[in-house]
């Protein structure tokens, strides 16, 4: 469901009349039932997907032409969607597009930042209450249509699923660190960066002499978020942390080993190995259910969506021109 309707949650699917079998300007690239769909909400929902590709739940094909093809087909997807939830009456109060329009408007730094944005995207404001209205249409028309007619994932399915897709539920090996950092800025004078390298070459000989790391981390490691932590930062991962802090923590093989000083766009630390977990499958457990359940469920109810919206194009006129001619 969301891939029909996200695509056009900021771009107002503008419904211009034409019931000519010809091509009614150059700039329409297709047509629902006389309605047009024109060239710039293409474009616009196409700069949209790929500023942000969730917006999708797979990514756009990369053939030639093919992504633009693929939003015309989501538009004329939504477009079909608003004007059977037209037929069926389907009617929006104005208290629901008010609350839409106050919650949206929280996303913007200000009120001049939400007119520039509307500004900088060639809309009005009345342009986003009328695809607010037309989607929260959309949305009523589904949960009266199709969500009552899709069977709801049970246990035995979840635990099917679970059971054969093993790679799904294994996590990977991971490392359990503990560090002690030197904050080392960019801007810092080589004294400065001196200095703090002569600390950690100092901690370093402290530790290897027995210290604890526990009381030297709490006493002399500047990051405030594990300090009080004894420096616990728990399970490292990629991506969570530098590439140079991420090769040091893997290349710790035995409880209590200490790595030498790593440096990284943070500054200087010194990493212990507190654990090694060797990768495991995640518990069926009832969270765990739960996820899956959610997953299934939503997988079934687009599955769901599309074969409504096939059924609702078999009986809409629909034209279709390239765009590029």
Request: hydrophobic share 40%; proline share 5%.
């Amino acid at each position: 469901m969301r891939k029909l309707l996200t695509a056009v949650s900021f771009v107002a699917a503008f419904s211009i009349a034409s019931a000519a079998p010809t091509r009614p300007a150059p700039d329409v690239v297709a047509t629902v039932n006389g309605v047009a769909i024109r060239k710039a909400m293409v474009d616009s929902a196409l700069a949209a997907a790929r500023s942000n590709p969730k917006m999708f739940s797979s990514e756009l094909p990369k053939g030639p032409g093919e992504a633009e093809k693929a939003i015309v087909d989501q538009l004329i997807s939504a477009e079909l969607l608003g004007q059977e939830a037209q037929a069926k009456g389907i009617v929006v109060p104005d208290s629901e597009v008010d609350d839409y329009m106050k919650t949206f408007k929280t996303h913007f730094a200000s009120e001049k930042d939400y007119a520039d944005t509307l500004r900088d995207h060639g809309f009005t404001e009345k342009d986003l209450r009328d695809d607010a209205r037309r989607q929260s249409a959309v949305k009523r028309l589904l949960e009266k249509e199709v969500i009552p007619a899709v069977p709801r994932v049970v246990e035995k399915e979840a635990r099917a699923f679970y059971d054969s897709n093993p790679p799904l539920f294994t996590e990977p090996e991971e490392v359990h660190i503990a560090h002690i950092l030197a904050i080392v800025d960019a801007d810092f004078s080589a004294a400065k960066k001196s200095k703090a390298r002569q600390k950690m070459e100092k901690i370093l000989a402290d530790l290897k002499a027995g210290k604890d790391f526990a009381a030297l981390a709490t006493a002399e490691s500047e990051d405030d978020g594990s300090r009080a932590r004894g420096g616990d930062v728990g399970f490292v991962r990629p991506n969570e942390w530098p590439d140079e802090f991420v090769a040091a923590a893997n290349a710790l093989k035995n409880k209590g080993d200490l790595s030498g000083i790593v440096e990284t766009r943070f500054g200087l630390h010194v990493l212990k190995l507190l654990e090694r977990m060797p990768p495991h499958v995640i518990p069926f457990d009832d969270k765990l259910k739960g996820e899956i359940v959610a997953r299934l469920d939503h997988r079934r109810l687009e599955e769901a969506t599309l074969s409504y919206v096939e059924s609702l194009k078999k009986k809409a006129k629909i034209q279709i021109w390239d765009s590029k001619t």
